[in-house]
């Protein structure tokens, strides 16, 4: 099978008769003319001194649609060098070999990578694959350069046989943390050799094909590059399911009018704008192979506005909501579709507004509205950044080789690695807490097979959440993740000591699933011993928080072998069990019998009461607002009149909420002796989540005291709660 048989997005960008009309206004970054016309003249004679070489003309001509005054001495010194170097190699395919890094440093200049990028694309493989070594390539062409060259240069596997692979991406996940250029250098040559892939064997496509998909496509995903991210998964949706790919492929060849109702659409759509005096470039933008695959699965039969989506593009942020309230105002709008991903950005630099509306004939068009600036981060995503590193001019007078002036490669500082602001996150948008979360972990994960199934686990959640701490940070987690996850990526190893969570100030087991927005405060036990359970790995979702639990256990071995603890009756203590507490109940057919403190409640002095008329003639004392006294009010029992006697003396039942640890129970009993107070009844149940209830009844000298025991017992450590008893009861007979 040929190289151009394989790749899916080249029929998509055919313009010949029998191709899909759809393709031919796609207005996004092309990255689709490579092919041959791109590299014609890559083995020319040898260049004229001070003149660009016909082979890389076009990385020039994209190049220079992106940075007008870039200057490209440097470029052709790079290229001299590349192909002198790489000379009589070739590639599976029979091309030069030069071909590769020419097409990989097009790409980068198509999605507007700056001069630095460019020239290190070009030299990527020279380290790698020829006499060049990388400190020839720190001489010519400075530190910059060679950084990103040695970040994607592969290791060997005659040094480290079947690890050579994840050693490689961890080594490139370690520089990229330092600089973001190495993976959009890395994300550019797999997209070249996913092109060119058919001359593979295919057992090595799809084994390639797995990586790209596992690895490589989420990474693309989270640096914000959908141009680069959209492409691969065609290119692997056709070598790993060809069968529903060619399904695909036919769907959208028999649809080839469907752009025909979205430009119906966003021609209303321009005369809405137009009118109200916004201007706007409307545009219809067809979705690639796989993202027709997935609606097609979700909506089943397709209608010809799902073949696209409409992309209206404004000057500032403010047109954005101007032209969705338009929208929304002339058309009817379909509220569940709506997402402003401008006043809350994805965790990968987009930012956009989403919404759908239906035409009067019934169309339904999804819309997105952005800014050209906000299009061009959507599409190149941390490459549209130029050089983040580089020194904020002092004049304003930059070089036009960044996108904000600034020059790409001279002045470049670049952060130091683990340097993060109070908030845990780094300051640069391209080392977002993921990154540093994964730079983190791998750090805690020598082994190579260990690193490599926690970078598959890691890079498969998708989706980001931002919890708030209780000191006003804010922490980045994975959709999904709980409060264990939490806590190791607030305290780190410090979170073994983690007794239980409060999840917007109510109190929450360690398994709480987090949303977007939550508040969550961790309590950590002050006993230093203290170590998370095998349990937690049920809950833990990021590597992080997994490889800090297995790492205590496997160190710990006998609290990973301690057999859970076995369901056990309640332990009690009983003392004096006499009431001192008196009441007097007032009858209509004379005196009372027993008067006693109802258990659900119970009430003690100067609790507001009132009594009810029980089996056998006595009364039951209730705390007004009971709700079995409300259940027997529904039930047509008729309260009796009841009052305090004149003695203080009064029995209370509290219970007690803590965290377990050893010694709790002699501090709570200690503190309630020092309050003066006896201890009738005690009962702890079995700890659940290490978590303890203990159930005090108690005998007070005075109910006076009654909120100072309370205050004794909640400042026990490890107790976070103490309550009246609340106990549910059935209405009394």
Same mark, same amino acid.
């Given at each position: ?20 009309? !759809? ?52 470029? !052709? ?14 590639? &599976? ?16 200049? @198509? ?35 060679? %950084?990103?060259? #040695? ?29 973001? !250029? ?6 550019? =040559? ?33 640096? +914000? ?19 529903? %790919? ?20 966003? #021609? ?37 506005? #799902?073949?696209?989506? $409409? ?27 709506? &997402? ?29 509205? !952005? ?17 983040? %590193? ?33 908030? +845990? ?59 264990? =996850?939490?806590? %190791?990526?607030?305290?780190? @190893? ?5 007794? +239980?969570?409060?999840?917007? *100030? ?6 709480? /699933? ?58 009690? /203590? ?5 009431? *001192?507490?008196? $009441? ?26 009132? *009594?009810?008329?029980?089996? *056998? ?103 976070? #709660? ?12």
């Amino acid at each position: 099978m040929s190289a151009e048989a394989t790749n899916p997005v080249s029929e998509a960008g055919a313009t010949g008769p029998d191709a899909p009309a !759809r393709r031919r206004a796609r207005p996004r970054i092309d990255l689709r003319r490579l092919g041959r016309a791109a590299l014609l003249g890559a083995t020319a004679g040898p260049a004229v001194r001070d003149r660009l070489p016909d082979a890389i003309g076009h990385v020039a001509e994209a190049h220079r649609a992106h940075h007008h005054d870039a200057d490209l001495a440097v470029l !052709r010194r790079a290229y001299v060098l590349a192909e002198s170097s790489h000379r009589g190699q070739f590639r &599976k395919s029979g091309e030069p070999y030069i071909t590769h890094p020419l097409a990989v440093t097009l790409i980068l200049a @198509e999605l507007g990578a700056e001069t630095t990028t460019l020239t290190a694309a070009l030299l990527h493989d020279t380290v790698e694959d020829t006499e060049v070594t990388l400190d020839q390539v720190r001489r010519e062409f400075g530190d910059e350069v060679a %950084y990103l060259v #040695d970040g994607v240069t592969k290791l060997e596997k005659v040094d480290y046989g079947a690890a050579a692979e994840p050693e490689t991406f961890r080594k490139m996940l370690v520089a990229t943390g330092n600089d973001v !250029r190495v993976m959009s250098i890395k994300l550019a =040559d797999r997209l070249h050799n996913m092109r060119t892939l058919g001359v593979m064997r295919p057992e090595k496509q799809a084994r390639i094909a797995k990586v790209t998909r596992d690895v490589l496509i989420p990474l693309a995903e989270r640096l +914000g590059v959908q141009a680069l991210k959209t492409e691969l998964e065609d290119l692997v949706f056709a070598i790993l399911h060809p069968e529903e %790919y060619e399904a695909t492929r036919a769907l959208i060849a028999d649809n080839s009018g469907a752009g025909d109702a979205l430009a119906a659409i966003a #021609d209303q759509v321009s005369v809405v704008l137009r009118e109200a005096d916004i201007g706007a470039e409307v545009l219809v933008r067809p979705r690639h192979f796989v993202s027709v695959h997935r609606v097609r699965l979700k909506r089943g039969e397709l209608r010809g506005s #799902d073949f696209g989506r $409409l992309l209206v593009l404004v000057a500032e942020d403010a047109d954005c909501y101007a032209v969705l309230g338009e929208l929304h105002t002339c058309f009817t709008p379909v509220v569940s579709e709506f &997402k402003d991903f401008i006043a809350a950005p994805k965790f990968n630099l987009y930012q956009s507004l989403h919404t759908a509306v239906a035409a009067p004939d019934g169309a339904v068009a999804e819309v997105l509205i !952005r800014t050209h600036r906000m299009h061009k981060v959507a599409e190149a995503g941390v490459v549209a950044l130029g050089n983040p %590193y580089a020194a904020a001019p002092t004049d304003g007078a930059g070089s036009a080789d960044s996108p904000d002036g600034t020059d790409g490669a001279a002045d470049a500082e670049r952060p130091e690695d683990g340097e993060r602001p109070e908030d +845990g996150e780094r300051v640069d948008p391209t080392r977002p807490g993921w990154l540093s979360r994964l730079l983190d972990w791998q750090q805690a994960t020598p082994d190579p097979d260990t690193f490599w199934t926690s970078l598959h686990a890691d890079l498969a959640q998708d989706q980001e959440i931002t919890v708030f701490r209780i000191d006003g940070g804010t922490l980045g987690l994975p959709a999904g993740a709980t409060c264990v =996850d939490a806590a %190791y990526a607030q305290h780190g @190893e410090a979170a073994h000591a983690c007794l +239980g969570a409060r999840v917007n *100030g109510r109190l929450a087991p360690l398994s709480t /699933v987090l949303h977007d927005g939550d508040t969550v405060q961790l309590l950590l036990a002050q006993d230093a011993a203290s170590g998370p359970s095998p349990q937690w790995l049920d809950h833990a979702r990021t590597p992080a928080a997994r490889i800090a639990i297995t790492g205590w256990l496997q160190a710990h071995p006998e609290a990973a072998k301690a057999p859970a603890a076995a369901p056990r009756p309640p332990a009690s /203590v009983t003392a004096d069990r006499r009431s *001192g507490t008196k $009441l007097r109940a007032e009858l209509p057919d004379g005196p009372a019998g027993v008067v006693r403190p109802a258990g659900c409640c119970t009430p003690v002095p100067p609790d507001e009461i009132t *009594g009810f008329v029980v089996r *056998g003639g006595s009364v039951t004392v209730h705390r007004t607002g009971c709700a079995s006294a409300d259940t027997m009010r529904r039930l047509g029992r008729d309260p009796v009149t009841v009052h305090w006697g004149d003695t203080a003396e009064c029995r209370v039942t509290l219970v007690a909420e803590s965290f377990g640890r050893p010694r709790l129970l002699a501090d709570l009993t200690e503190a309630i002796a020092t309050e003066g107070v006896a201890v009738v009844a005690a009962t702890v149940e079995p700890p659940s989540e290490q978590r303890v209830r203990h159930t005090y009844t108690l005998q007070l000298p005075d109910a006076a005291g009654l909120p100072a025991l309370m205050k004794a017992m909640r400042d026990v450590p490890g107790v976070y #709660d103490v309550s009246r008893a609340k106990h549910p009861a059935s209405p009394e007979r």
